[in-house]
Structure formats: C-alpha cells, structure tokens
C-alpha cells in the first residue's frame, strides 16, 4: 500500500489526512517537526510528503531543500495557509510537486496524493528489460520481449538514454510506451533530476497550457494565485508528455519555443523564464498526416522527433505473447493470492488467435478477468472474456477454403459445403450467427435487427440445402414453408447452387 508523510505540528491535520486518505487506499505516517520528518525519511521513504510550511523547527522552504537532497524523486506537496502562498509557490519553483491551501478540502488533498503517488511510481519503479519472468522480483516492472522488434526497440533505448536528445515513442495504444519513456528516463544521465508526467489528451487547452507552462494570479477565470508549471518544476529534468498529438496550436508553439530556447512565459505572464528539461513524448496517432493536415506543427514534429522509438502491435510480437501471458499469469497469482499454473491449449489457441486491439494492457486485463472466473490452477477457455471467445467464433466462421474438403471449418458430420453464396464456400457452423451478432455489435451498426434476421435466414437455408443434398422439397417440408416460399428465399438471399450438386427444379 502507498504510504503518506505528513509532517505539521498540529495533530488534528494528521488525523484528518488520515481518515481521508484511508478511503483510497493510501498509509499514513506522521511527524510533527521537520527534523522528524526528515528522519522518518531516512528510516523509511514514504511514497509522497505533504509538508506544512509552518513547521516550529524550521521554515517550510528549508524543509524542502533538505528533502529534497535526501531525495529527489519524493514528490513533496505543500500545505500553506490561505492568502500565505508565497513559500508554495517559491518550493514549487525549485520542484516541490505541488500545493494546497488550509483548511484542507478532502477532494484535492486526494487528487494531488493520488497525482504525486503516479508520480513516484514513475520516476522510482525500475524498469526492468532482462526479460525473465521471474516471481520473486517484485522491486520493479519487467519490459517483457524477446521477439526481434523487441530486442530492437531496448537497443534503441539503451543508445538513446544517455544522449541528452528529444526522443519521440510511437506505438499504438497499450503497446508500452509509457515503459519506454521510464526506461529511458532512468538509465539517462538526468536520473537523479525529477521526471514528471503530463497526458496531453487529459486536459483542455487552458488548462494544460497552465499544467506545462503555469499562470499568473487573474491570468483566466478562476487563476486565483500564481501556479508554477511542469516545465518550470522539473528544471534540469525530464518531462515525458504522452499523447502529444492532442496539443493544441497555442500549446505546440509554446512547446516549439522551449525546445528551441529554452524559454517561455507563465499564461498571463511577461517575465521570460528559462527551463532545461528534456522532453520525451509519445503517440498513437500518425503524425506525418496530422502535420499534412495542417493540425500539427511541422517544425515541432522534428524538434520533438530527435530519435524515433516504435513499438510493434502485440500481434506482431510472435512467441511473446506466450511469454507475456506467463508473465501476466504470475504477477496476477502474486497480486491476487492465487496458484493458476497454466493454460488449457483451447484457451491458449483463442488468445493467441486474437488480434488484441487494446495490446499488451488490453492482454492484462484479460488475463485478470479471467483468472477472477476461474477457480482452478489450470486457465481455462470458459473463463475467457466474451470478446475473445467472440472474435475467436468470428474467425471459426470466417470463410477459409481448405484443399481438402473446401469449407474449412472441419465439422465432420456434415456434407461438404457444397451450396455457393456469391461465389465462395460457405462453412454452415452454429458460431456462425452468435459471431455475426459481435461483429456487428463492435461495429456498432444501425441495423443490427434487420441484419440478423436477414444472416440468420441466409444461414439456415443454406444449412438445410446441404443437409439435403440440393432437394428442395425436402427442404421446403423440414423448415415447414411451401417450395414456392423457398425459392423466393433462395433468390432473394442469393443463395447459388454449386455446380456439383443436383437441385431439382
Ligand atoms: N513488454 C511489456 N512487458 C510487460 N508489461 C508491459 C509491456 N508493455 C506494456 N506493458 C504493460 O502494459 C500496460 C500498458 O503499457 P503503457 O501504459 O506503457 O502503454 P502505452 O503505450 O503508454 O499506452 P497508451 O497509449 O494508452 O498511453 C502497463 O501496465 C505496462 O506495464
């Protein structure tokens, strides 16, 4: 579980903290002077301070600095009283992670432990490319890989670590880029400098305008005191800003002028500030047509593109997937208490037959859904996420001329598929609607009624043709409509008849 420092000398604040941070699963520990705060650090480093600035042993910026000389990555938030910011606003300038105002509103005390607790994972779990699953190592994130791209993707980020370039990570979602960007952020030489994290789609325009660059009190409705940005904070460090495709221009330009400068000004500001960060920014979108299209800025794509690192779809990633799961199956043993030691192959053949559009986060999640629905050690298919076992169905259904018998889909009891429809064998299977039914649900089309009814009918009179060799009075008296019905049906759906079936007329 995280754990909190709070250092204040007034115990009702500790209490407080306390009884508010339980409910998101955060430890609290408490000092009441800077000097005892700065030992409990020693002794233990907690996951984030919140520091008053009123302490009796010290001022709250002399606290600060000491902190932050025993360690650099501990995101300090600061606790001021209303209308006093000053000492905030002068320990964000040299890094503290960010600040509130007493009397302590719960909802923020909550948003910004939660924000500095993503902050200290980022910054201190190491990330760890040897690709072992190994159980016992629980200090870090393993980088799992072995397939070639792989390999190539963790020679590219131990090149490009040390270099003090802008390094561009593409890849699409869920494919590890935010791995890529700690990987490169610890084994740089700014690691004992801070690393902060910005998602450029989580904001709006102004308010991450102010999240990078910060604001003046009265920049815009709302801008009550002065805010110290990203930039300005992580001085000397490194800023991974992930999903840079979303900036907007003002944003861009401003970013433009950093990388370029090193310099910029708060919104609502006129004071030139200088910053030396290196950025390190990520993407799913395709840049190269964004800057065509006029919506991302040419000149800042090839500042920002200082080296490429592209990650492969999981798809593409061969026997990984297998490592990955393995991977998965013992974190997720280790996190949820259990001992599931395998998967059964009519499991193993539907994930590795999946397309996995979410990637590697989509495969843990589906790999944690379905070790919550299975009970013994052994993963089996029935505790498969429907979508899997659904695109599974769909790909059963697929039509897949084989040459031996040409309808694929190997159901033995049945004829050969002998009935054409618009040409291509069709392989009659049970899977075949319930495929449909997701296909057409993921594709979210408007009429999905109409259609099914439509597939089904398509579906059951081509059934009962094979079963019938082509006669179609037996046909017509099996599904109970009179010949003339049925043949309509067989016109209408576009049902043809192969040419080596005899069908009477
Ligand atoms: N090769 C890998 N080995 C082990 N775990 C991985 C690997 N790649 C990604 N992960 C895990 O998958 C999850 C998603 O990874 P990450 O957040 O880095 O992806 P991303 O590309 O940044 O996603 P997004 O584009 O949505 O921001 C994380 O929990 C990460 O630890």
Redesign the pocket.
Known sequence: MPRLLSIDDDRSVHHLVRIALEGIGVEVSSALTAGEGVEAIEASPPDAVLLDVMLPDMSGLDAFKLIRARDPHLPVIIATAAGSSDTAIEAMKLGAFDYLTKPIDVATLERHVSNAIESRRLANVPVGMDNLTKPEDRGG?????RCPAMQEVFKSIGRVAPQDVPVLVR?E???????VARAIFQHGARNKAPFLAVNCAALSETLLESELFGHEKGAFTGAHDRRIGKFEQCDGGTIFL?EVGDMSPTVQSKVLRLLQQQTFERVGGNTTIKANVRIIS?T?RDLEVMCEAGEFRNDLFYRLNGYTITLPPLRDRGDDRVM?LQ?FLAQLNRELGRDVHGVAPDAMQKLLAYDWPGN??EM?SVVKQAMLHCSGPVLMASALPAEILQSSAIKAAAPTPSPTNGNGNGNGGEPEATWRENGSHRAPDGNAFSGFIAKGLSDSRGDLYAASLAFMEKELLTRVLTHTGGNQSEASRILGITRGSLRNKIRTNGIVIGPDVHVES
């Open positions: 994130d393993a980088f799992v890989g890849g979602s869920g494919t590890g880029k935010e791995l992930d990520a799913n990955m991977h590697v986060r843990q």
